[in-house]
């Protein structure tokens, strides 16, 4: 029997020539650093609905998913729970002001200070992906 993969998405909010980036809380291993904003595909969900549901409760915001970038990227092994992988769309802001529901704080990013932020390692790979974006 193979073992289950848990999807996670991650969101690459542009407004501006801008990214919007995520400060974590927790767990606490992981605070302080910085992500996509995102979470895990719940069973029947499909991942566009998932990146629009996480949004809403991380954010408080509406986006319309515009196309994935890069590939499926692997995160670093845990001891509990099953591997995963993280697929990340660029992603319109279509209502609402992000606010930090879940995160200590967000900043928008030009492509510039893409590297000036303590990135997940999960996230690191699409960093080059998202920067096209951030121009015109």
Do not use: N, Y
Not at 14 to 37: S, V
Not at 45 to 66: F, H, M, N, S, Y
Not at 80 to 91: C, F, H, K, Y
């Amino acid at each position: 029997m193979t073992e289950q993969i848990q999807v996670v998405v991650g969101a690459a909010i542009i407004r501006g020539g801008a990214l919007l980036a995520a400060q974590r809380a927790d767990p606490p291993q992981l605070r302080g650093r910085w992500e996509l904003p995102g979470g895990k595909v719940d069973p029947g969900e499909t991942d566009i609905d998932a990146l629009i549901r996480e949004c809403k409760e991380e954010l408080g915001v509406l986006v319309k998913p515009r196309q994935r970038v890069g590939g499926d990227v692997g995160f670093p092994r845990r001891a509990q729970g099953p591997p995963a992988i993280l697929r990340v769309w660029v992603a319109e802001l279509i209502e609402g002001e992000p606010a930090a529901l879940e995160h200590l704080s967000l900043r928008w990013l030009r492509a510039e200070a893409l590297t000036e932020v303590d990135w997940l390692p999960a996230d690191v790979p699409f960093i080059d992906d998202i920067r096209p974006h951030l121009v015109g």
